[in-house]
């Protein structure tokens, strides 16, 4: 076998007594054990998994690890994935002859576009996985789009394009993880614009755009024109009180 499934978890719980050496002889002895299916032969194994001058730690992960037997040391657990294995590769093997015409036991002959046949320890890649695109993040040097700033112009444009698309990009490229990767930017900038809240108007514009835009005088303005000249002028001896007033102050 030149693949095998490795659970972590279930690792980790059997050999988080082991030393760094003995853990290293573990894994590699288990890649020895699955690559020739067959029993180890405690004699020279040291060396040829390269560990020649550390015997004595693979001798002591052999023993727990390992039954000895007449052959050499064996794996049940290893021996039954790798039985588990053969199994679904014959299996694959037969289903194929009996799809293609090929012998019962003769290789398997796909034509060239067929889907590779799926075993325990390899999956067939689709065609969607094939066609699979990834996201990707915002860069930090993007600049901005003259296609996008007449998106926003057509679409909203009581906005200001550069002032959102600066909040757009400082807010996707702050985002962490997979949070931050989208797979089409540009539509997701259309969205931003479409629901860009509008800020509120200040009531003095609201003001300043019901005068009217034509030449006629302001008629609020004429009247307070008309109220200062209908105005009585300020009698003298309250003008000559309020000097003395200022003087005093």
């Not at 009698?235 to 102050?249: G, L, S, Y």
Request: with cysteine; hydrophobic share 35%.
């Amino acid at each position: 076998m030149h693949y095998y499934q490795f659970h972590i978890g279930d690792y980790k719980s059997h050999t988080h007594h082991l030393s760094l050496m003995e853990d290293l002889a573990y894994r590699r002895l288990l890649d020895f054990y699955f690559l020739h299916e067959q029993p180890i032969k405690h004699r020279d194994i040291a060396r040829q998994i390269g560990m020649r001058e550390h015997e004595e730690d693979v001798m002591t992960v052999l023993n727990e690890f390992f039954i000895s037997t007449a052959d050499g040391f064996v794996s049940p657990r290893a021996d039954k994935e790798i039985k588990q294995y053969k199994e679904f590769a014959e299996a694959g093997k037969r289903g194929a002859a009996k799809r293609w015409g090929t012998p019962p036991n003769g290789e398997a002959i796909s034509p060239p576009n067929a889907t590779p046949i799926a075993t325990n320890n390899h999956k067939p890649i689709t065609n969607n996985q094939e066609k699979k695109i990834l996201g990707k993040r915002l860069a930090s040097d993007f600049s901005f789009p003259k296609e996008w700033e007449q998106f926003c112009q057509e679409t909203r444009p009581e906005l200001s394009p550069v002032k959102t698309f600066d909040q757009f990009k400082d807010y996707w490229i702050s985002q962490p993880g997979q949070k931050g990767v989208k797979l089409d930017w540009e539509a997701t900038w259309r969205n931003w614009v479409r629901n860009t809240n509008v800020p509120k108007q200040n009531p003095a514009d609201i003001v300043r755009l019901t005068v009217p835009s034509s030449n006629l005088p302001d008629p609020a303005l004429e009247k307070i024109k008309t109220d200062a000249l209908k105005a009585a002028p300020m009698p003298d001896h309250i003008r000559q009180a309020m000097q003395e007033i200022r003087k005093k102050a």
